[in-house]
T-cell receptor
Framework: GDSVTQMEGPVTLSEEAFLTINCTYT??????LFWYVQYPGEGLQLLLK?????DKGSNKGFEATYRKETTSFHLEKGSVQVSDSAVYFC????????FGTGTSLTVIP | EAGVAQSPRYKIIEKRQSVAFWCNPI?????LYWYQQILGQGPKLLIQ????????DSQLPKDRFSAERLKGVDSTLKIQPAKLEDSAVYLC?????????????FGAGTRLSVL
């Protein structure tokens, strides 16, 4: 069945460091891929999405490219800020949604 | 635009008791989802409604969990009787439609502790 695997955390980075959170997926067809973010005390919210192979989703300095050949959708940001501290969830949608286990990111000044 | 509203925010009950959670989706959103998020795990879909009909309840433990969405607007999720392993955050989400590219909007969740 469909599934999402993302790198385990927690991840701790210094401000302005480069961020990569790995995400790979298994799907029978051609899913849409998402990154959701959950800030402390808040609900999940969509960060970015990509609906087909080679699409790049981007928002708030974050990027992720839909790689069909490697079944991956890695999240990247060139320079993280303290305000990026949150839990990040990779997800896919193919008839229904499947979420990864989440990766906690803490950015220290 | 008002977001997805959930209540209560927190609930503590003893095992074998009953509990109910309420969700009011974003106005005009046809699709409503209930997820269970156990600590350290990603959200797991329990049930999905399209208007007031059930689209998917394959992962809902139907012997103890029930959900309804009367009139295709707000929804209630019930657990009766609760077990220790039901301790989790219950998330409600809504989207305009059920297509694969539909974006979901989440409520803040209800944190349930079963003692």
């Amino acid at each position: 069945g469909d599934s999402v695997t993302q790198m385990e955390g927690p991840v701790t980075l210094s401000e302005e460091a480069f961020l990569t959170i790995n995400c790979t997926y298994t799907a029978t067809g051609y899913p849409s891929l998402f990154w959701y973010v959950q800030y402390p005390g808040e609900g999940l919210q969509l960060l970015l999405k990509a609906t087909k192979a080679d699409d790049k989703g981007s928002n708030k300095g974050f990027e992720a490219t839909y790689r069909k050949e490697t079944t991956s959708f890695h999240l990247e940001k060139g320079s993280v800020q303290v305000s990026d501290s949150a839990v990040y969830f990779c997800a896919l949608s193919e008839a229904k949604f499947y979420f990864g286990t989440g990766t906690s990111l803490t950015v220290i000044p | 635009e008002a977001g997805v509203a959930q209540s209560p925010r927190y609930k503590i009950i003893e095992k074998r008791q009953s509990v109910a959670f309420w969700c009011n989706p974003i106005s005009g959103h046809a699709t409503l989802y209930w997820y269970q998020q156990i600590l350290g795990q990603g959200p797991k879909l329990l049930i999905q409604f399209q208007n007031n009909g059930v689209v998917d309840d394959s992962q809902l433990p139907k012997d103890r969990f029930s959900a309804e969405r009367l009139k295709g607007v707000d929804s209630t999720l019930k657990i009766q009787p609760a077990k220790l392993e039901d301790s989790a955050v219950y998330l409600c989400a809504s989207s305009l439609d059920r297509t694969s590219v539909g974006i979901q909007y989440f409520g803040a969740g209800t944190r349930l502790s079963v003692l």
